[in-house]
């Protein structure tokens, strides 16, 4: 069955830097858009960044520039290297695959993680 496993959450000083992985297996993985959304309590799940199968890529306006989202289809592993943290980027974050492009909705990905979680202190 379809798994994705993320890690490499944990708590942070504002300024700092965090890298996540997310570990896919159960489908075919260079096919997927793969994404990272975030969700802070009492918010909406949002779109952090997402890449395309042939790494095209999409960010959310407030960590672009900031966040990098990259892909090894080797390893059937997506990562996100967040630099510059802000305590507003607190929340846990969820890997994401699904073969409907790398847009903003969640409705546009069919399988999801559990989460790790990312605390940025002021």
């Known amino acids: 069955q379809v798994q994705l496993v993320e890690s490499g959450g944990g708590w942070v000083q504002a300024g700092g830097s965090l890298n996540l992985s997310c570990v896919a297996s159960g489908f075919t993985f260079n096919t997927y858009a793969m994404a990272w959304f975030r969700q802070a309590p009492g918010k909406d799940r949002a779109l952090v960044g997402a890449?395309?199968?042939?790494?095209?890529?999409n960010y959310a306006r407030a960590v672009k520039g900031r966040f990098t989202i990259s892909r090894d289809n080797a390893k059937n592993t997506v990562y996100l290297r967040m630099n510059s943290l802000k305590p507003e980027d607190t929340a846990a974050y969820y890997c994401a695959a699904g073969r409907n492009g790398i847009g903003y909705a969640t409705a546009a990905y069919d399988n999801w993680g559990q989460g790790t979680q990312v605390t940025v202190s002021s």
């Open positions: 890449i395309s199968w042939n790494e095209n890529t």
